[in-house]
C-alpha cells in the first residue's frame, strides 16, 4: 500500500515561510503524478499545487508566486515551499498521489499563520 508521510508544518507569523515535505513508500514514485492539497476548518478541501511525474507544475491562482512545489525523484519526496504566507493560508495541508484513477493520501500536516 502507498504511504506518503508529510512533514514542516507548524505555527509562523504572516509574511512567514515553511517547506512542506512529503515522503513516498512502497510505490513507483516516478510515474505518479503528485500534489498539494489544503482544507481550512469548516471549508472544502482545495487543490493547491500539483507536479506531474514529467515534472510540469501548476498553482491554484491563490497562491501562484508565493508557493514553489518541487520533487527529489532520488529521495522520492516532494516539497512546497511557502512564503509569504498569509492568515487565509492557515489549513491542514495533505499530499496526494494519483496514478490514472487512484489516489492516495498522506495524514496532513497543519499550518497555521498568524496575523
Known amino acids: 500500500q502507498v504511504q506518503l508521510v508529510e512533514s514542516g508544518g507548524g505555527l509562523v507569523q504572516a509574511g512567514g515561510s515553511l517547506r512542506l515535505s512529503c515522503t513516498a513508500s512502497?510505490?513507483?514514485?516516478?510515474?505518479?503524478?503528485m500534489g498539494w492539497y489544503r482544507q481550512a476548518p469548516g471549508k472544502q478541501r482545495e487543490w493547491v499545487a500539483a507536479?506531474?511525474?514529467?515534472?510540469?507544475?501548476n498553482y491554484a491562482d491563490s497562491v501562484k508566486g508565493r508557493f514553489t512545489m518541487s520533487r527529489d525523484y532520488a529521495k522520492k519526496t516532494v516539497y512546497l515551499q511557502m512564503n509569504s504566507l498569509k492568515p487565509e493560508d492557515t489549513a491542514v495541508y495533505y499530499c496526494?498521489?494519483?496514478?490514472?484513477?487512484?489516489?492516495?493520501w498522506g495524514q496532513g500536516t497543519q499550518v497555521t499563520v498568524s496575523s
Open positions: 507536479i506531474t511525474s514529467g515534472g510540469s507544475i
Open positions: 512502497r510505490m513507483i514514485f516516478e510515474i505518479y503524478d
Open positions: 496526494n498521489a494519483r496514478l490514472h484513477l487512484n489516489h492516495y
